[in-house]
Protein backbone atom coordinates (compact mmCIF):
# COMPACT_ATOMS: atom_id res chain seq x y z
CA UNK A 1 0.00 0.00 0.00
CA UNK A 2 1.76 3.58 -0.94
CA UNK A 3 1.37 5.64 2.24
CA UNK A 4 3.85 8.18 4.07
CA UNK A 5 4.32 6.58 7.26
CA UNK A 6 5.85 8.82 10.52
CA UNK A 7 6.89 7.78 14.30
CA UNK A 8 5.75 8.16 16.52
CA UNK A 9 2.46 8.97 16.56
CA UNK A 10 2.17 11.38 20.05
CA UNK A 11 5.54 12.05 21.73
CA UNK A 12 5.47 13.97 25.23
CA UNK A 13 8.97 15.71 26.15
CA UNK A 14 10.99 18.38 28.04
CA UNK A 15 12.50 21.33 26.73
CA UNK A 16 15.28 21.05 25.67
CA UNK A 17 15.82 17.10 25.08
CA UNK A 18 16.71 16.43 21.68
CA UNK A 19 14.05 14.48 19.83
CA UNK A 20 14.11 13.21 16.08
CA UNK A 21 10.42 12.31 14.49
CA UNK A 22 11.32 9.64 11.28
CA UNK A 23 8.81 9.88 8.34
CA UNK A 24 9.68 7.33 5.40
CA UNK A 25 7.55 7.00 1.98
CA UNK A 26 7.33 4.01 -0.23
CA UNK A 27 5.91 5.63 -3.30
CA UNK A 28 9.58 6.76 -4.67
CA UNK A 29 9.07 10.24 -4.39
CA UNK A 30 11.08 13.03 -5.06
CA UNK A 31 9.34 15.61 -2.97
CA UNK A 32 9.22 15.47 0.73
CA UNK A 33 7.90 18.24 3.41
CA UNK A 34 7.14 19.20 6.76
CA UNK A 35 4.26 20.88 8.27
CA UNK A 36 3.06 21.60 11.31
CA UNK A 37 -0.67 22.48 12.15
CA UNK A 38 -1.80 24.88 14.72
CA UNK A 39 -5.65 26.26 15.40
CA UNK A 40 -5.96 29.28 13.50
CA UNK A 41 -3.22 29.31 11.55
CA UNK A 42 -3.33 26.19 9.39
CA UNK A 43 -0.80 24.00 7.66
CA UNK A 44 2.54 25.75 7.56
CA UNK A 45 5.55 24.36 5.94
CA UNK A 46 8.76 24.02 7.83
CA UNK A 47 11.35 22.80 5.58
CA UNK A 48 11.20 20.68 2.24
CA UNK A 49 13.51 18.10 0.04
CA UNK A 50 13.43 18.35 -3.57
CA UNK A 51 15.69 15.46 -3.84
CA UNK A 52 18.02 13.32 -2.29
CA UNK A 53 20.71 15.50 -0.11
CA UNK A 54 18.75 18.76 -1.22
CA UNK A 55 16.57 20.43 1.60
CA UNK A 56 15.60 24.19 2.01
CA UNK A 57 13.83 26.23 4.61
CA UNK A 58 10.21 26.16 4.54
CA UNK A 59 7.96 29.27 6.07
CA UNK A 60 8.94 28.50 9.88
CA UNK A 61 12.07 26.63 9.91
CA UNK A 62 13.66 28.10 13.10
CA UNK A 63 14.16 25.57 15.93
CA UNK A 64 13.85 22.50 13.58
CA UNK A 65 16.75 20.45 11.29
CA UNK A 66 16.14 18.18 8.76
CA UNK A 67 18.34 15.73 6.20
CA UNK A 68 17.74 13.73 3.67
CA UNK A 69 20.29 10.80 2.71
CA UNK A 70 17.93 8.52 1.43
CA UNK A 71 14.87 8.70 -1.06
CA UNK A 72 12.31 7.68 0.89
CA UNK A 73 13.52 9.41 4.74
CA UNK A 74 13.05 12.65 5.44
CA UNK A 75 13.47 12.74 9.23
CA UNK A 76 12.57 15.93 11.45
CA UNK A 77 15.02 16.81 14.24
CA UNK A 78 14.31 19.27 17.37
CA UNK A 79 18.03 19.88 18.66
CA UNK A 80 16.32 21.65 21.92
CA UNK A 81 12.50 21.72 22.10
CA UNK A 82 10.75 24.57 23.61
CA UNK A 83 6.82 24.72 24.47
CA UNK A 84 6.06 26.79 21.23
CA UNK A 85 7.03 23.48 19.23
CA UNK A 86 4.04 21.70 20.51
CA UNK A 87 1.89 20.91 17.39
CA UNK A 88 0.60 18.73 15.41
CA UNK A 89 3.10 17.71 12.42
CA UNK A 90 2.71 16.21 9.36
CA UNK A 91 5.17 14.88 6.87
CA UNK A 92 3.92 14.88 3.24
CA UNK A 93 5.50 13.59 -0.01
CA UNK A 94 4.60 14.14 -3.93
CA UNK A 95 6.33 13.56 -6.93
CA UNK A 96 7.92 15.76 -9.49
CA UNK A 97 8.15 13.70 -12.30
CA UNK A 98 4.82 13.17 -12.68
CA UNK A 99 3.59 15.42 -14.87
CA UNK A 100 0.76 17.56 -13.93
CA UNK A 101 0.59 18.63 -10.21
CA UNK A 102 0.80 15.63 -8.39
CA UNK A 103 -1.13 15.66 -5.26
CA UNK A 104 0.91 15.57 -2.00
CA UNK A 105 0.35 12.72 0.23
CA UNK A 106 0.43 12.94 3.97
CA UNK A 107 1.31 10.67 7.08
CA UNK A 108 -0.92 10.42 9.71
CA UNK A 109 0.57 12.84 11.67
CA UNK A 110 2.93 13.55 15.05
CA UNK A 111 1.32 15.26 18.21
CA UNK A 112 4.56 16.85 20.13
CA UNK A 113 4.01 18.07 23.24
CA UNK A 114 6.99 20.05 24.70
CA UNK A 115 6.73 21.05 28.73
CA UNK B 1 2.80 35.94 -0.73
CA UNK B 2 0.30 33.52 -1.42
CA UNK B 3 -3.02 33.80 0.92
CA UNK B 4 -5.48 31.32 1.17
CA UNK B 5 -9.33 31.94 2.96
CA UNK B 6 -11.59 29.65 3.66
CA UNK B 7 -14.82 30.37 4.88
CA UNK B 8 -16.91 29.81 6.46
CA UNK B 9 -15.00 28.20 9.64
CA UNK B 10 -17.57 25.51 10.40
CA UNK B 11 -20.66 24.54 9.31
CA UNK B 12 -23.22 22.23 9.96
CA UNK B 13 -26.17 20.53 8.06
CA UNK B 14 -28.87 18.25 8.30
CA UNK B 15 -28.41 15.20 5.89
CA UNK B 16 -29.66 15.66 2.50
CA UNK B 17 -29.38 19.98 2.82
CA UNK B 18 -27.04 20.83 -0.16
CA UNK B 19 -24.16 23.98 0.53
CA UNK B 20 -20.92 25.33 -0.92
CA UNK B 21 -17.73 25.81 0.95
CA UNK B 22 -15.82 29.05 -0.78
CA UNK B 23 -11.99 29.15 -0.82
CA UNK B 24 -10.59 32.79 -1.93
CA UNK B 25 -7.01 33.00 -3.06
CA UNK B 26 -4.07 35.57 -3.87
CA UNK B 27 -1.52 33.96 -5.95
CA UNK B 28 1.53 35.09 -7.59
CA UNK B 29 0.70 32.91 -11.24
CA UNK B 30 -1.87 29.73 -9.77
CA UNK B 31 0.04 26.73 -11.09
CA UNK B 32 -2.96 24.30 -9.49
CA UNK B 33 -5.19 24.61 -6.62
CA UNK B 34 -5.99 21.67 -4.48
CA UNK B 35 -8.81 20.38 -1.95
CA UNK B 36 -8.21 18.13 0.85
CA UNK B 37 -9.98 16.71 3.39
CA UNK B 38 -9.51 15.86 6.65
CA UNK B 39 -10.89 13.67 9.30
CA UNK B 40 -9.57 13.69 13.06
CA UNK B 41 -6.69 12.90 13.89
CA UNK B 42 -5.74 11.90 10.17
CA UNK B 43 -3.23 13.37 7.64
CA UNK B 44 -5.47 15.12 4.67
CA UNK B 45 -6.72 13.16 1.91
CA UNK B 46 -6.66 14.36 -1.18
CA UNK B 47 -9.96 15.35 -3.24
CA UNK B 48 -9.28 17.48 -6.73
CA UNK B 49 -6.82 19.34 -8.25
CA UNK B 50 -8.02 22.41 -10.39
CA UNK B 51 -5.73 24.09 -12.80
CA UNK B 52 -7.57 26.86 -14.64
CA UNK B 53 -10.37 29.24 -14.44
CA UNK B 54 -13.95 27.14 -15.04
CA UNK B 55 -12.59 23.95 -14.59
CA UNK B 56 -14.77 21.73 -12.82
CA UNK B 57 -14.27 18.25 -11.13
CA UNK B 58 -16.45 15.82 -9.37
CA UNK B 59 -16.37 12.71 -7.01
CA UNK B 60 -19.36 11.49 -5.57
CA UNK B 61 -20.94 14.52 -3.90
CA UNK B 62 -18.75 16.75 -4.27
CA UNK B 63 -18.10 19.03 -7.24
CA UNK B 64 -15.38 21.23 -6.98
CA UNK B 65 -15.09 24.47 -9.17
CA UNK B 66 -12.38 27.35 -9.71
CA UNK B 67 -12.91 30.93 -11.02
CA UNK B 68 -9.48 33.87 -10.69
CA UNK B 69 -9.78 34.79 -7.49
CA UNK B 70 -12.35 31.67 -5.63
CA UNK B 71 -12.75 28.53 -5.59
CA UNK B 72 -16.14 26.55 -4.45
CA UNK B 73 -16.77 22.93 -2.90
CA UNK B 74 -19.99 22.08 -3.48
CA UNK B 75 -21.45 19.26 -1.74
CA UNK B 76 -25.16 18.15 -2.58
CA UNK B 77 -27.59 15.94 -0.57
CA UNK B 78 -24.53 15.31 2.17
CA UNK B 79 -24.52 11.95 4.55
CA UNK B 80 -22.82 12.15 8.02
CA UNK B 81 -19.67 10.63 6.59
CA UNK B 82 -18.82 13.70 4.58
CA UNK B 83 -18.52 15.22 8.23
CA UNK B 84 -14.52 16.27 8.17
CA UNK B 85 -12.72 19.21 7.84
CA UNK B 86 -11.85 20.67 4.11
CA UNK B 87 -8.80 22.43 3.45
CA UNK B 88 -8.27 24.36 0.36
CA UNK B 89 -4.41 24.94 -1.09
CA UNK B 90 -2.10 26.80 -3.69
CA UNK B 91 0.42 26.23 -5.43
CA UNK B 92 2.39 29.01 -7.47
CA UNK B 93 4.56 29.24 -10.71
CA UNK B 94 6.91 30.29 -8.15
CA UNK B 95 8.32 29.49 -5.83
CA UNK B 96 9.48 25.58 -4.14
CA UNK B 97 6.58 23.45 -4.86
CA UNK B 98 5.36 24.93 -1.51
CA UNK B 99 1.44 24.24 -0.94
CA UNK B 100 -0.17 27.47 0.72
CA UNK B 101 -3.06 26.27 3.13
CA UNK B 102 -6.60 27.85 4.15
CA UNK B 103 -7.78 27.37 7.99
CA UNK B 104 -9.86 24.70 6.47
CA UNK B 105 -13.93 24.63 7.04
CA UNK B 106 -14.95 22.17 9.76
CA UNK B 107 -18.44 20.63 8.23
CA UNK B 108 -20.60 18.66 10.12
CA UNK B 109 -23.75 16.53 8.73
CA UNK B 110 -26.71 15.77 11.21
CA UNK B 111 -28.41 12.45 10.70
Known amino acids: EAQVTQNPRYLITVTGKKLTVTCSQN?????MSWYRQDPGLGLRQIYYSMNVEVTDKGDVPEGYKVSRKEKRNFPLILESPSPNQTSLYFC??????????????FGNGTRLTVT | EDQVTQSPEALRLQEGESSSLNCSYTVSGLRGLFWYRQDPGKGPEFLFTLYSAGEEKEKERLKATLTKKESFLHITAPKPEDSATYLCAVISNFGNEKLTFGTGTRLTIIP
Open chain 1, 92 to 105: ASSSLSAGKESPLH
Open chain 1, 27 to 31: MNHEY
